[in-house]
Nanobody
Framework: QLQASGGGLVQAGGSLRLACVAS?????????MGWHRQAPGKQRELVAS???????NYADSVKGRFTISTNNAKNMVYLQMNSLKPEDTAVYYC?????????WGQGTQVTVSS
């Protein structure tokens, strides 16, 4: 119901754009959509989220470098990642939240080489 794509291998300083397509039922019921990441040996953390009204929130570590956006007509959520750093290496997960549930997509691997 959530399908993420766009990960890959990039050099430090480079850019990637992640995309997530949600089922229509999730997209219209969610009050927020977000991207989380999990690096090896670390807990999963919220990277960025966006509310239905378009209000975005970012982890301090990615502010000014990452931008979350949506395309409501296509049920899509994007994460534009610029100025990537090796510490951004992780599996990135798309997530949607409605009042009853949290929905997760499969992860997409992002690897940033130094």
């Amino acid at each position: 119901q959530l399908q993420a794509s766009g990960g890959g291998l990039v050099q430090a300083g480079g850019s990637l754009r992640l995309a997530c397509v949600a089922s229509r039922s999730i997209f219209i019921s969610a009050y927020a959509m977000g991207w989380h990441r999990q690096a090896p040996g670390k807990q999963r953390e919220l990277v960025a989220s966006i509310t239905r009204g378009g209000s975005a929130n970012y982890a301090d570590s990615v502010k000014g470098r990452f931008t979350i956006s949506t395309n409501n007509a296509k049920n899509m959520v994007y994460l534009q990642m610029n100025s990537l750093k090796p510490e951004d290496t992780a599996v990135y997960y798309c997530q949607g939240s409605d009042p009853q549930n949290a929905y997760w997509g499969q992860g997409t691997q992002v690897t940033v080489s130094s």
